[in-house]
């Protein structure tokens, strides 16, 4: 009589448990698109600061108006302000909790949007420069609008768990890295202390 024997199967060993995680840790599009958006945003934003600070001389240097000046420098500070967010560098984030949320950076973005149009001087000699102010001011506008909608509808939330999920997942293979190159030490001592 034959007995019916089943095979359990074999837990996969360490290299194949590796070799899988590491096929499933490619780039996550969701958050390569984020991330192409933080960087266009941070353009935008770098476009605004260097707009504002060539009004801002303009200003001082023709001493015509002296407010407008000092007006574009807040708007340059709160527009670095913006880029440096787009990094989402951990200082930052940590002590202004406002900016790791989409909604606050959205409305920061507006805020300098709307400071980068204000006061626009229509004289035929800075015509290139009001035209230089409206499309920094209408592209970070775009943006500012974009974060607050997708932060309404919760996606700087999808984006933040989707980060904790990779980094654990790049945890996990640098610990089982140093496993395997662990038991791969201990085999080679056994080996060497049989011999």
Known sequence: MERNEETVPLPPS????????????????????????????????????????LSAIQSFKNGSDVFDGIFRCYAVIIAVIVVVAETEWGFIIKYWKVLEYWVGRGMLQIFVAVMTRAFPDYSSKQKQLVILENV????????????????????????????????????AIKDLEELEQRREELEQSLVAGRS
Do not use: H
Request: proline content about 3%; charged content about 15%; glycine content about 6%.
């Open 136 to 171: 920094a001011s209408y592209l970070l506008l775009a943006c500012g609008v974009v974060y607050v909608v997708l932060g309404i509808l919760c996606i700087g939330c999808l984006k933040r768990a989707q980060q904790k999920k990779k980094t654990t997942r790049v945890q």
């Open 14 to 53: 360490p290299r194949e448990s590796l070799s899988s995680l590491r096929a499933r840790s490619g780039p996550d599009l969701f958050l390569v698109i984020c991330r192409c958006f933080s960087v266009v945003t941070a353009l935008t934003a770098i476009l605004c600061i260097a707009v504002n600070l």
